[in-house]
């Protein structure tokens, strides 16, 4: 996954809160209700719960705190298209957001 631009951590609630679309410093409101329309689509395809899986190969099973997460990052090009979103949860978004190569 495609999602580097976090280094700090005021960067990163930025990050986040876009993602569940909260309200973004600097962004309209078009792209507010596209981000909107994003996270529905893509929570709602993945049943409410993280698409991350764990090491013995289950999924991750948290349905709470969730985000819809840009595979690629719009400033590099990404959409809204929920093809290109993936349901994850606070720690596995925060480590694909990190680790992510
Ligand atoms: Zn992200
Ligand atoms: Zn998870």
Known sequence: ??????????????????HRGN??????ARNRSD?????????KRD???????LENGQRCPVRVGLVAHHKVPLHRG??????????LCERHHREVDRYAR
């Open 78 to 87: 990404g959409d809204f298209d929920p093809a290109g979103g993936v349901t």
């Open 23 to 28: 309200q973004n410093r600097g962004w309209s």
């Open 1 to 18: 996954m495609d999602c580097r631009q976090l280094v700090r951590l005021e960067d990163w609630q930025q990050h986040r809160n876009q």
């Open 47 to 53: 049943g409410n719960q993280c698409r991350a899986l």
């Open 35 to 43: 981000q909107r329309r994003f996270r529905t689509a893509v929570l």
